[in-house]
T-cell receptor
Framework: DVKVTQSSRYLVKRTGEKVFLECVQDMDHENMFWYRQDPGLGLRLIYFSYDVKMKEKGDIPEGYSVSREKKERFSLILESASTNQTSMYLC????????????FGEGSRLTVL | RKEVEQDPGPFNVPEGATVAFNCTYSNSASQSFFWYRQDCRKEPKLLMSVYSSGNEDGRFTAQLNRASQYISLLIRDSKLSDSATYLCVVNYHSGSARQLTFGSGTQLTVLP
């Protein structure tokens, strides 16, 4: 079975703190993604990576960075957390190209105080 | 205007009812279409792809209308377990996940 694991289900951080969200997949997929999901706005793409050390900005990259040092691991970094980054963060990997099926992790709910 | 729009609901229907959701998309170059299901506090999961000729999977039927730029999902004989949020997803380049655009979802509650 496909497995995408996110390191933390729930986090509470203070404004200005650095936040790391980690995602590990066991499917040997090249493509990995970070989304955030907010009520009424749906899922919005923050960054994606199509290979080790490769990354591309999504629709809302401001305030975020990513790291992909190994194929199975994709990290999302908030250099200085702000209250408007309170959200659900979802990591996903891309399976077969023609099916459009994204495999998601369980999500990390981040609250920034 | 959002690229992919859905009626957020909520749709509250009794068990056994038939319910339909629509989703409109603005980019006429869209190539492939999907419905995902997301249970409360869970991650989204692919429910079914939507093909030009329409397709069915058990109680679920998906249809595509390219001329009017909308897709639909029909659920027959609703079950309590169908309660979830249904996300419409549009892909502008087949095979490129980079262009997957999600609607904000339609919430369904099936009542006993």
């Amino acid at each position: 079975d496909v497995k995408v694991t996110q390191s933390s289900r729930y986090l509470v951080k203070r404004t200005g703190e650095k936040v790391f969200l980690e995602c590990v997949q066991d499917m040997d997929h090249e493509n990995m993604f970070w989304y955030r999901q907010d009520p009424g706005l749906g899922l919005r793409l923050i960054y994606f990576s199509y290979d080790v050390k490769m990354k591309e900005k999504g629709d809302i990259p401001e305030g975020y960075s990513v790291s992909r040092e190994k194929k199975e691991r994709f990290s999302l970094i908030l250099e200085s957390a702000s209250t408007n980054q309170t959200s659900m963060y979802l990591c996903a990997t891309f399976g077969l190209a023609d099916t459009g099926e994204l495999f998601f992790g369980e999500g990390s709910r981040l609250t920034v105080l | 205007r959002k690229e992919v729009e859905q009626d957020p609901g909520p749709f509250n229907v009794p068990e056994g009812a038939t319910v339909a959701f629509n989703c409109t998309y603005s980019n006429s170059a869209s190539q492939s279409f999907f419905w995902y299901r997301q249970d409360c506090r869970k991650e989204p999961k692919l429910l079914m792809s939507v093909y030009s000729s329409g397709n069915e999977d058990g109680r679920f039927t998906a249809q595509l209308n390219r001329a009017s730029q909308y897709i639909s999902l029909l659920i027959r004989d609703s079950k309590l377990s169908d309660s979830a949020t249904y996300l419409c997803v549009v892909n502008y380049h087949s095979g490129s996940a980079r262009q997957l655009t999600f609607g904000s979802g339609t919430q369904l509650t099936v009542l006993p």
